[in-house]
């Protein structure tokens, strides 16, 4: 089905443990967004993609990193969770970054 | 820089209007607004550009004010499906990515 998919929907991991995020869509969009959504914040950007091998930094980047070899895939790794990272990780596309994104189910992660 | 949102919670009784503000302190090119219900994903409503015109949906329009760097959602006759929480995204001029507010959240009552 055409889309966008994340994996795990759910995720409890422990602190210091390394996690990978997966979001994968079907559309050919150039832009991938991945936000973390805390209550009382909204949607913060974490990484953004305009294209394959092109990524950049949002506006809470510390202690994530992403790549982006394919364009229809965009994994966030967190390198070394820590408690603070407890949060809902929501992964987006678009055509272009004016454009609307389109999001993910999301991907509920709880670090204990 | 973070939009603000204005109210943060408002709760209306079914058929009655609502209006939702976002201001930034920057110069903005375009200002995006999305819906999400709890539990969900943030769905897309619209996207208003600078120069452009207010945009409509359904019951469901918006304007941007390029001089105050605001925009405004407007909800008609409000159905019980209008619930939830409503995102605006702001574009700053040069930034090629969005900022969103903290969010609105919308109670519809019988």
């Known amino acids: 089905d055409a889309g966008i998919t994340q994996s795990p929907r759910y995720k409890i991991t422990e602190t210091g443990r390394q996690v990978t995020l997966m979001c994968h869509q079907t559309?050919?969009?150039?832009?991938m967004f991945w936000y973390r959504q805390d209550l009382g914040h909204g949607l913060r950007l974490i990484y953004y993609?305009?294209?394959?091998?092109?990524?950049d930094k949002g506006e809470v980047s510390d202690g994530y990193v992403v790549s982006r070899s394919k364009t229809e895939n965009f994994p966030l790794t967190l390198e070394s969770a820590t408690r603070s990272q407890t949060s809902v990780y929501f992964c987006a596309s678009s055509w272009d970054y004016s454009y609307e994104q389109y999001f993910g189910p999301g991907t509920r992660l709880t670090v204990t | 820089q973070q939009p603000v949102q204005s109210p943060q919670a408002v709760i209306l009784r079914e058929g009655e209007d609502a209006v939702i503000n976002c201001s930034s302190s920057?110069?903005?090119?375009?200002v995006h607004w999305y819906r999400q219900k709890h539990g969900e994903a943030p769905v897309f409503l619209m996207i208003?550009?600078?120069?452009?015109e207010q945009k409509g949906h359904e019951k469901i329009s918006a304007s941007f004010n390029e001089k105050k760097q605001q925009s405004s959602l407007y909800l008609t006759a409000s159905q019980l499906s209008y619930s939830g929480t409503y995102f605006c995204g702001t574009e700053a001029e040069g930034a090629q990515k969005l900022v969103f507010g903290q969010g609105t959240r919308l109670t519809i009552n019988p």
């Open positions: 559309w050919s969009h150039s832009y």
């Open positions: 208003l550009l600078k120069g452009g």
């Open positions: 993609s305009a294209a394959a091998d092109i990524t």
């Open positions: 920057k110069a903005l090119y375009s």
